[in-house]
Nanobody
Framework: QVQLVESGGGLVQAGGSLRLSCAASEQTFSNYVMGWFRQAPGKEREFVAATTWSGSSAAYSDSVKGRFTISRDNARNTVYLQMNNLKPEDTAVYYC?????????????????WGQGTQVTVSS
């Protein structure tokens, strides 16, 4: 069982930056594709970004491409989401997730383990 704990959320003005972290309990963390998803009030959970086990490849949703960067430090069992030029529409609860099954990294059904989420609020 992999436990994931997110941190780094908060309140920021539009145009500002935040860095989310997700610490994993599992020593085999490096075996997993790691993803970030978000869910705004009244909306479905949506894909934000994902990175391969090595961190050499990443994918982003169109809405965050060029503003957000996903990275990972396997030695620290941690994945990060650097969010720059934040917009009010980025306001959501952000979740990290770990995937080891086949399937699209952009689909939440492909992920087996989830964190509890961290709130990001962007004011205009």
């Amino acid at each position: 069982q992999v436990q994931l704990v997110e941190s780094g959320g908060g309140l920021v003005q539009a145009g500002g930056s935040l860095r989310l972290s997700c610490a994993a309990s599992e020593q085999t963390f490096s075996n997993y594709v790691m993803g970030w998803f978000r869910q705004a009030p009244g909306k479905e959970r949506e894909f934000v970004a994902a990175t391969t086990w090595s961190g050499s490849s990443a994918a982003y949703s169109d809405s965050v491409k060029g503003r957000f960067t996903i990275s990972r430090d396997n030695a620290r069992n941690t994945v990060y989401l650097q969010m720059n030029n934040l917009k009010p529409e980025d306001t959501a609860v952000y979740y990290c997730a770990a995937k080891f099954r086949p399937g699209s990294a952009a689909s939440d059904s492909s992920y087996s383990y989830w964190g509890q989420g961290t709130q990001v609020t962007v004011s205009s």
